[in-house]
């Protein structure tokens, strides 16, 4: 079964950085983009950042760009997504997904992290 | 702006067939299929839908296609586990971002 664990989440004052972190199980990792979605607090879902098999290509939210960096570790089936300069409106449960017939849209959904910025 | 709009809210009574819309504002998705992600109480999501394939071990009520513009999920029979927030999402290679639609809470009476 694919499984996708997140950890990293917490609170962290505005200015801040956090490096969150995805575990991956169960489906071939090196083949895969993989993504992170977040959702804040009553809103819906966005897209935050994906990056390729290769860990060469990768994509980001206008938002976040020159601010977080998605990562990946091949070796040991891990994505990260390092934040820095975070904001308030950054506040939100982080999702780590992957693919699943179409590598740019989500097959599977790790539960989330939460983030909080505030001081 | 989404790039991607659906309703706000859709509701039926359990066994009806209703059917959720994301329209894209733009053409820039091209033929990249769109997923259709389930959400109960802000959980983690479910795919639903993946252009007009349902992952392993979604029910056969769920139905997906796309025309033009619109992509539809369609529930034929209605159950009272299907009440959840659903959203849609595809690429945009214009953008080179994946867009998500604001979301439809699908209740069910």
């Known amino acids: 079964d694919v499984q996708l664990v997140e950890s990293g989440g917490g609170l962290v004052q505005p200015g801040g950085s956090l490096r969150l972190s995805c575990e991956a199980s169960g489906f071939t990792f090196g083949n895969s983009w993989m993504s992170w979605v977040r959702q804040a607090p009553g809103k819906g879902l966005e897209w935050v950042a994906n990056i390729r098999h290769d860990g060469i290509e990768k994509h980001y939210l206008e938002s976040v760009k020159g601010r977080f960096t998605i990562s990946r570790d091949a070796a040991k089936n891990l994505v990260f997504l390092q934040m820095s300069g975070l904001r308030a409106d950054d506040t939100a449960v982080y999702f780590c997904?992957?693919?699943?017939?179409?590598?740019?849209?989500?097959?599977?959904w790790g539960t989330g992290t939460l983030v909080t910025v505030s001081s | 702006q989404s790039a991607l709009t659906q309703e706000a809210s859709v509701s039926g009574t359990v066994g009806q067939k209703v059917t959720l819309s994301c329209t894209r504002s733009n053409n820039n998705m091209g033929n990249y299929a769109v997923g259709w992600y389930q959400q109960i109480s802000h959980g983690a999501p479910r795919t639903v839908m993946l252009g007009n394939s349902p992952p392993s071990g979604i029910p056969d009520r769920f139905s997906g296609s796309q025309s033009g513009t619109t992509a539809s999920l369609t529930i034929s029979g209605l159950q009272p586990e299907d009440e959840a927030d659903y959203y849609c999402?595809?690429?945009?290679?214009?953008?080179?971002?994946?867009?998500f639609g604001g979301g439809t809470k699908l209740t069910v009476l």
């Open positions: 997904a992957s693919p699943l017939n179409y590598q740019l849209q989500f097959g599977f």
């Open positions: 999402s595809t690429w945009d290679y214009s953008l080179n971002a994946v867009v």
